[in-house]
């Protein structure tokens, strides 16, 4: 018997008029740290948020993996997207440590990455960062105190990039677009 989940009765599980089935995950966060307890079974510290919604009840839950699980009705997708965020952190974490960050000839930090050029570069007191490909530059979303920070910033930018291009058989050298 597991001690979260519909069979705990604890939290929502034991309330009348919250479906116990039929929820669907709109998105997954990760919060860096267990800062929330999970809103279904409400005992659960949680650091990857699962946001479940259900057209029969009002609110968006948060919720851990073993709740969203039982909610959906798939214990495999939620184990799975929880996998993914576990990885995409991990990978986050070890991004500003890479070796084959150099130093290019403006004196800014630069790392190439499956096809894009992630550059940081301190303007004034603030590190901040740009991610290039076939001449399209976006900038992190602000300037950070340390080239870390400013790093993890970049991480993100260029993951959502990589989300947002279909997969490219060709691809255009980043190194002939200087900053």
């Known amino acids: ?35 929330i307890t999970c809103e279904m079974c409400e005992t659960m510290p949680i650091r990857f948020v699962h946001y479940m919604v259900n057209p029969r009840y009002r609110d968006r839950l948060g919720c851990g993996e073993v709740c969203a699980g039982h909610m959906e009705g798939d214990l495999e997708k939620a184990a ?4 993914v965020m576990k990885s995409f952190a991990s990978r986050r974490k070890k991004f500003p440590a890479r070796k084959r960050w150099y130093i ?20 004034n ?12 530059s976006t900038f992190t979303r602000e300037g950070f105190a340390d080239l870390n920070s400013a790093q993890m910033a970049a991480f993100d930018t260029l993951n959502f990039l990589q989300d947002q291009e279909p997969e490219r058989t060709v691809l255009v050298d980043p190194s002939q677009y200087d900053f």
């Open 1 to 35: 018997m597991s001690e979260h989940g519909p069979t705990a009765g604890r939290g929502k599980w034991s309330q009348a008029g919250v479906p116990k089935k039929g929820w669907i995950c709109e998105n997954v966060e990760d919060l860096g740290d267990e800062r």
């Open 80 to 83: 799975s997207r929880d996998k």
């Open 104 to 123: 290019n000839q403006s004196g800014n930090w630069q790392l190439k990455e499956k096809g894009f050029r992630v550059t940081m570069f301190k303007r």
């Open 125 to 136: 007191s603030t590190w901040h960062g740009v991610v290039a490909r076939a001449g399209k």
